[in-house]
């Protein structure tokens, strides 16, 4: 496969890139935005500016890559995307060329770049991917520790199947949103003793869930499996993703079958699709796995990336407070594993198929991934900027997640992935 020329670290674009941006020409993630004059279509982040594909293709700066002006002027990335990695590598490539400082093509034709480049701040976002299909993973090891230990036995706390395989569920697609639109706190059943019969209530511990999640190409026929050396091949790029989750509603709820309306209420993704292209230099090794897992499960490589994660709650007052640090590398399974075990019964994936991590918690106490653990089940009040505390979220915070990779001068970051919560609908 061709290389990846758009991640050289020595790449400078004419297009101005402000200090600290996680969008510099090495990075080049794309989303679906729109005007209030045009239609809904398929751009590129370069510092706070957007390339706007349709305009390009129209100005024929991708002639000889297999896209159609319709695999662009959409609302989503999948028409794009249903050409596969090669294609899509392809094109980020091109990008490249047309934004480096030292190609004339574009940056000397003037009334072609007031064509193509639109400011962020003036166009609204949308969700990328049409998701066909949404899978969470349990895959970090000290979340998984975490919550055994809350809630069963310390000196058991993860169940036996974990380190054999990388615990999931089928998740709700519908209620996927994209960074910034508001959630309504979720009505439902709680019961939190087992003496008293169950109410029907707001949601008492509405949580976050900080977590990647990556989407995919489309896969193999049904019947046939991804090994973990094909894997990457399927992953088009990696969001920032909120599981967000209603604690005592999952309390009562989730057994046998998991979690199911503490969940399906929302989630909330970053409208950037950074490419598992543009994070290949920041791949680090993943922790040693004792047990040995099964052959199907075995991977060569570095399969772990570095990326650096935070979350902040900004009450109506304004005032953030960062309640978490953590970082992608501390995941016990990798993604080429998730997609491994996804497949090795004969499940087929599909283009826009989304998979979440589960929760990334780091081994120390800052860099836990959720309210639950942050606040160890409410027993640890976290102290806001503002003076107030929290055990779970509030109405009108704002959750935000950030998330970037670093390494040689070069910052590849994901923008944000936040959203409101809004006092429950009762009735
Ligand atoms: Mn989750």
Redesign the pocket.
């Given at each position: 496969m061709m290389e990846i020329s758009a991640n050289d670290p020595r790449l400078k674009s004419w297009v101005d890139v402000p200090q600290g941006s996680d969008f510099p020409i090495q990075n080049l993630p794309f989303g679906v935005f729109r005007t209030e004059s045009q239609l809904p279509r398929v751009g590129v982040a370069i510092g706070d500016k957007i390339l706007d594909l349709k305009a390009l293709h129209i100005l024929g700066y991708l002639e000889n890559l297999p896209f159609r002006l319709e695999d662009f002027l959409a609302d989503s990335l999948n028409p794009m995307m249903k050409q596969g990695k090669k294609a899509t590598r392809d094109l980020r490539n091109r990008i490249s060329k047309l934004l480096r400082s030292d190609m004339p093509d574009l940056r000397d034709r003037e009334h072609h770049v007031k064509q193509v480049l639109v400011s962020q701040s003036e166009v609204q976002m949308l969700l990328p991917i049409r998701v066909g299909d949404y899978t969470?993973f349990y895959s970090s090891e000290d979340h998984a520790r975490n919550v055994g230990t809350m809630f069963r036995d310390p000196a058991k706390a993860l169940l036996p199947n974990w380190k054999h395989l990388p615990v999931g569920y089928h998740g709700r697609a519908s209620s996927i949103v994209v960074s910034g639109t508001p959630i309504h706190r979720p009505m439902g059943q709680v019961n939190p003793s087992d003496d008293t019969p169950p109410t029907f209530k707001a949601s008492g511990q509405l949580d976050f869930?900080l977590?990647v999640a990556f989407v995919t190409f489309d896969g193999k026929p049904m019947g046939q499996r991804i090994s973990t050396g094909e894997a990457d091949d399927y992953i088009f790029g990696l969001m920032l993703f909120n599981?967000w989750?209603a604690r005592d509603i999952q309390r009562w709820e989730y057994v046998p079958l998991g979690p199911f309306l503490a969940?399906n209420f929302a989630s909330t993704v970053s409208p950037w699709v950074v490419t598992l292209d543009a994070l290949e230099p920041f791949r680090v090794p993943g922790p040693v796995q004792d047990p040995e897992v099964l052959p199907y499960l075995k991977y060569e490589g570095n399969k772990n990336i570095d990326i650096h994660l935070e979350v902040g709650i900004i009450p109506s007052n304004g005032q953030e407070t960062i309640v978490s640090r953590s970082n992608y590398k501390h995941m016990y399974w990798n993604m080429t594993q998730q997609l491994a075990h996804h497949t090795v019964g004969g499940c087929n994936i599909k283009c826009g198929d989304m998979m979440?991590s589960?929760?990334i918690s780091g081994p120390t106490e800052g860099s836990f991934g959720s309210m639950l653990e942050i606040a160890w089940k409410g027993t640890k009040p976290v102290a806001m900027t503002d003076g107030s505390t929290r055990n779970f979220i509030l109405d009108g915070d704002n959750v935000v997640i950030r998330g970037y990779a670093e390494k040689e001068g070069v910052r590849v970051g994901f923008g944000k992935c936040e959203g409101v919560v809004l006092p429950a609908i009762e009735f």
């Open positions: 969470d869930e977590e599981d989750s969940k979440a589960g929760t």
